[in-house]
């Protein structure tokens, strides 16, 4: 199946060959034409501090979760109405582990487009937290693309490797939503409103958590989301904050991966989230994150 998504087109990107593939098969990279803005690094460099002064501090303890949940639900009707629902489908076949990886952090508004784009086209993905201060991940994005820069793509499904939001959901679309445009607005909206869920969120999912711990779970954890729910936006700045890898299984409405979810909780409710290391299961995004934070953090929660 991978082979037909991987086919030739006459698309809006440049196709280059690799000869550093570990891979038998062709390699190619992406050569982006588009560029973020020039100072975006730059200003999430000063927002980052300033936000972090009215996030409620240690994030292993215990929250106001009124206002927790007041400010994600602003967040998500400031991205109305991208992310929410499945609009083109992938095959129930499609394995639990995924060939795309993202390498990106939840509070980076170029990032979360990516993430919009993936619960519109019902995809699951490895999901790899690049936080400010990041011990693992940021590294492995350097080495591989040549530059700290987030979101970044990797679709092994095509040896494709990629950077800028704007050119990785085109690519999305047209490799697995059969050619068709993203959802109007999609493309245009970080400008306008994609800095609102982060200064709504006072930063949350922006930097690594200082008492998270080094060393990785040997299973990816797993967690049943989709983009703009504002239960599971929390519980993914958690999982960001202590740079957990983890794959991400988009259901959104209309979804039809519902099934899968439903196998696993028997409700269509997210967030949901498995830790295969443990045996820990869980819908409750309040039990998720004192798990998490007592789990993979040296903090006492």
Not at 62 to 88: C, D, M
Not at 129 to 156: M, Y
Request: charged content about 20%.
């Amino acid at each position: 199946m991978a082979s037909m998504f991987c086919s030739p087109s006459n698309s809006n990107f440049l196709l280059s060959s690799s000869s550093s593939s570990s891979s038998p098969s062709r390699r190619f990279r992406i050569v982006a034409k588009s560029t973020s803005p020039a100072n975006t690094g730059s200003f999430l460099a000063f927002l980052c501090p300033l936000l972090k002064l009215f996030s409620g501090g240690d994030p292993s303890q215990q929250r106001n979760f009124t206002i927790e949940v007041a400010t994600s639900s602003l967040a998500t009707l400031s991205r109305f109405p991208w992310g929410t629902k499945s609009k083109l489908y992938t095959s129930l076949t499609t394995p639990i582990t995924p060939n795309l990886h993202l390498f990106e952090f939840e509070a980076c508004p170029f990032c979360r487009r990516v993430r919009e784009a993936l619960t519109e086209l019902d995809l699951s993905v490895e999901v790899y937290p690049c936080p400010k201060g990041s011990v693992r991940h940021r590294e492995v994005v350097t080495r591989t693309g040549g530059k700290e820069q987030f979101p970044f793509l990797i679709d092994q499904n095509c040896g494709v490797s990629m950077y800028e939001s704007g050119d990785i959901v085109k690519y999305l679309f047209e490799r697995y939503g059969e050619g068709t445009r993203p959802s109007l607005g999609l493309l245009e909206s970080t400008i306008l409103t994609g800095w609102m869920p982060t200064i709504l969120r006072a930063g949350r999912g922006m930097t690594l958590w200082e008492r998270s711990r080094l060393d990785l779970p040997p299973v990816k954890l797993e967690l049943f989301s989709y983009e703009n729910n504002p239960y599971a936006r929390i519980v993914r700045e958690a999982l960001c904050e202590l740079e957990l890898p983890y794959t991400l299984q988009n259901v959104g409405e209309g979804s039809r991966r519902i099934k899968l979810l439903l196998d696993a909780s028997g409700t269509k409710e997210v967030p949901y989230m498995i830790d295969h290391n443990t045996g820990f299961q869980s819908g409750d995004y309040k039990m998720i994150l004192s798990y998490l934070f007592e789990t993979y953090s040296t903090a006492i929660v």
